[in-house]
């Protein structure tokens, strides 16, 4: 990347407020060679090892799980965010994302994985001491010790913080004495160590490395759940578990420190992995679509089924292209943050929180997109799409954990909000000053400039006003409520989805924009076709989000003036989404696969 | 010892191959490329010849710039060093074949390993025109293989079953599948690959003698036929297998 294009990269939350200069974001394209021959690696891993053993892997075969971790550590698939020291590879940022992209197809390994290596090992990765790092980060990297992660507990969800655990100093003062139940924990099956919160003192919340053979440690029964039955999910039970004081991770009483920085990550891969998985089952369809015959026609030249599969493959081509601009901006910010002369760690959470707003926001984007496209799998394959013979079942069921755990996606959302006003009023982010411009446009007279001209330029203005939209709402919802917006859920949700569409519509349209400069047009034909389907109708949802929430705080002149505002910052002349829907689905069915 | 693995770079066989507006080559536009499946047999056996009789892999491929790809795959498997023969036309398969036998005369390998053949063309025949070219001995389609000292013991499919065989190095081994199951290039062998070297050249010039004239789809294949679902349909399966398609 030029330095000149360096320089230019956003803030956490200012996409709200600033643009972005295509050639900035990191796309598809831009994956180099290695990169590349590291997806091949992990596409293979899950093609050879998981896809046939998925009935297997669902029984929860005895060992077989923890075989398969160990096979992916021998690959050197636990060990890409570990730095060589110990005993990792320690990949970019933006490769942990592609590698992530890769597992998203592969069920219930990839929650069992994803638990593994992310909230399992980054925890000691990041805040670790020296110690601690040398004698677990090597045999995590290798699978040869399997981790958790236990911060939900029967009366904590949501609401982590007020977890009851506790951990008691020991009258020597040498070790930790804890008790309680933890709820709902990947791995717990098996796991050989917990990274475990309690409260010591009764409120200190704290971070615990807990080895899984400790005395008064013990497991409940797996849990039968909806899906991912593959992935092993146990109640713990802590009974004077006693640990050395050494294992305390961080500091006493900053246990929400790494349990948040930890969640902004996951939260982040799990947009990565829906967005890889989303993929793989539209293509399931596409491939399906061509086969079933009906009315002496395949089911894929109906016009239905093309609006299906072009739908799913549009969200799907969004997600990624926000997901990688995301994953774009925080390698930047880890490289530059480590040329400061950061530590490897520090540099990743510093960039992780920084990017917290867009990594909610991919958490809320792919885990609903995911659940689209495995319904519509569903629902194309008809009958067999409801039978375990197809791959369809599997994947409607395994799709749906991902809007509940990594904080749940109404968590999420109030947390975009949340996250917006907080940087606001701390003065890190500038929402202000914008804002009070538009409620000065508002009583203006609306200037008919020339039309925008150039390959989407209409979406691109279109996007630069649906941001003012998006704070006209937020600005007028703060100053109503002021320190009370919090008790506004309903208006808080519908910002943030103001927000969530502005981020997906405007990285679309970048991806397709950097990929045309490089490529031309011609051969970003159905890039262009997917980018003019979603922003046209991201501005018709932006429009609605918009007068629910102004609907629910204005009368009068001022809701006038807020309607108003909306109808001009929204407006959209109608798109042939048909037509353009039908192309993407033609050109998939014509490939027998996703080939965006 | 010196071990050559000759790999080509061809179409993913997943991929939906359209004839170009030449009518004698494939339309490039979506094509993804991979390393030939049955090469990766012979690069997998290449390596355990290597770690059981010590020496060094070297990985051989002709064509484009492009092959890089593939003999990077290789070398991100274990393969020691590459060699990219360049070149970007289209050569018959004798006219590979001089080029590649060249090269491993130069490099002085002694233990050839090829795929039985390339999926692109598959006209399974690289590997044996090598072997004639260098005089060496040649086992095909090899589903088993032991080298002890000068002594090379391979199984062999043959129509209905398998053939032993039994001859001496030089030897030039063309793989098929089963012969062993290829190992992942491992993410750390991904990294070392890259302080791998591949030494580029020309291709040595031979003349073509076959030349693709014209290229064509095979004719869509007839729907199957469903006669019937229990034991009363064998009647009327026995009679269209007699009389329609006149296999029985
Ligand atoms: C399969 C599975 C695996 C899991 N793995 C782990 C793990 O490895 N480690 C771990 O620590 N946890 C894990 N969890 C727990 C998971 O993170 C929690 O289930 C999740 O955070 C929600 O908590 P809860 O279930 O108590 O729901 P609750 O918090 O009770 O929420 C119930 C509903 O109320 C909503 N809600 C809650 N608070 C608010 C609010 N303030 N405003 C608006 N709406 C609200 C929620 O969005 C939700 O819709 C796992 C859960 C499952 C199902």
Redesign the pocket.
Known sequence: MAEENKAEALKGGEFLIKETNPETVFIPEDINEEQKLMADTVREFVEKEIMPRLDAIDKQEPGLTTSLLEKAGETGLLSTSIPEEYGGIGQDFNTNTIIAMEMGPSHSFGVSYA?HTG?GTLPILYYGTEEQKQKYLPKLATGELKS?????EPTS???ALSAKTTAKLSDDGKYYILNGQKM???NGGFADILITFAQVDGDKFTAFIIPTDSEGFTRGEEEN?LG?KG?S?RALFLDNVKVPKENVLGEIGKGHYIAFNILNIGRFKLGAMTTGGAKRFISVAVQYANERKQFGKTIGSFGAIKHKLAEMAIRTFVSEAAILRTSGLINQRVEELKAQGESYSSALIKAAEEYAIESSIMKVFGSEMLDYVVDEVVQVHGGYGYSEEYPAARAYRDSR?NR?????N??NR?LVVDMLVKRSMKGRLDLMTPAMGIQKELLSIPSFGEEPEGLLAKEMEAVRKAKKAALMVAGSAVQKFMQKLGEQ?EIIMNITDMVIEIFAAESAILRTLKFANKNGEAAAKYFVDMTKVYVSEALEKINLYGKHAVSAFAEGDELKVLLLGLKRFTKFDPVNVIKLRREVADKMLEENKYCF | MKIAVCVSHVPDTATRIKVGDDGKTIDQTGVTYVVNPYDEFAIEEALKTKEALGGEVVAISLGGDQNKETIRKALAMGVDSGVLLKDDSQRDSLSVAKALAEEIKAQGAEIVFFGKQSVDYDNSIVGQLTAELLGYNSVTVAVSLKIEGDKVVAEREIEGGKEVVETTLPVVITAQKGLNEPRYASLKGIMAAKRKTIEEKPAAEFESKVEVIRMKKPPEKAPGKIVGTDASAAAELVRLLREEAKVI
């Open positions: 638990a909230i958790a992660y236990c911060l939900t969800g949501s609401d709902w924990i990947t759940k991912i992935s999910t954990i509940i755990f990594e904080g749940t109404e968590i109030l859920q």
